[in-house]
């Protein structure tokens, strides 16, 4: 079963955050919702069994600890979907990896189920979690790639591929080893993973937003780096507007 804490110091808000979640949810995930309403409590609760998804309130009162100060200390392994009274415009700068969404808590009924479900449900479950090919960290170690986990992945202007993670992390590809990294996916199936072009690939699981100029051209975002619109190829064009239009 999978677990979401609930860091939320207004009752009423986790009340309508717990019931949204249960209308929207229950029946379609498996899931249990742990309440915390004060940083101090949330974080022993977090060393004591990491939950699988936090949902935190960026306006905690009354706490030693701050919120800000509080997305330092979560395990960047865990996933967190910041909610608050603020708006896009008004949010502050959260650099944190494993920060994968900002929700208005105007937006709430629209939008949290939708992100609960992108994080914690990969489309195609049957994929595996990893695929080894010779990806490489900051520290030059090579290592798996988790598939359910990449976010986007780019060419640099160094000659390599940066593998985005949503945890925060960036792996490292050679360019020369990008085909074999292309047929890697395709002989295991690897759905989720859509090229934008020759060199871009998306993780559909973590779109938030396509749109469509007057022109005709898509453009996508994904969850967490709304600033930063990748243009669909032509050649790819065929699979989003079939899929999302």
């Known amino acids: 079963m999978t677990t979401i804490l609930l860091i939320e110091d207004n009752r009423r808000d986790a009340e309508r955050i717990a019931s949204l979640l249960s209308n929207s949810l229950s029946g379609k995930f498996d899931y ?3 309440y915390k309403s004060g940083t101090s409590e949330a974080l022993a609760c977090i060393e004591e069994s990491a939950p699988d998804l936090v949902l935190m309130d960026l306006e905690m009162k009354n706490e030693n600890q701050t ?6 200390l979560i395990p960047d392994t865990i996933p967190i979907i910041v909610i608050s009274h ?12 494993n ?12 939008r949290l189920a939708d992100r609960i479900r992108q ?16 990806a490489s960290a900051r520290d030059g170690v090579n290592e798996g790639v988790p598939i359910h986990k990449i976010s986007y992945i780019v060419l640099t202007g160094r000659g390599r591929y940066d593998i985005h993670l949503t945890t925060g992390k960036v792996l490292s590809l050679r360019s020369v080893l990008f085909r074999d990294l292309l047929r890697a996916l395709k002989e295991q199936n690897i759905t989720s993973l859509r090229p934008l072009s020759r060199n871009e690939i998306i993780n559909i699981n973590y779109i938030s937003k396509i749109t469509k ?11 967490g780096h709304d600033e930063y619109p990748f243009h669909v190829g032509a050649d790819c064009e065929k699979f989003f507007l079939d899929e999302f239009f």
């Open 32 to 34: 249990s919702l742990v």
């Open 67 to 72: 919120t800000l100060g509080l997305l330092n």
């Open 86 to 97: 603020l708006s896009h415009y008004q949010k502050p700068s959260l650099r944190h990896g």
């Open 99 to 110: 920060v994968l969404d900002f929700v208005p808590k105007a937006n709430l009924d629209d």
């Open 119 to 134: 994080v914690l449900s990969p489309r195609n479950a049957s994929e595996p979690d990893s695929v080894i090919f010779p």
């Open 213 to 223: 100029s007057p022109n005709g051209r898509l453009s996508v975002t994904v969850i």
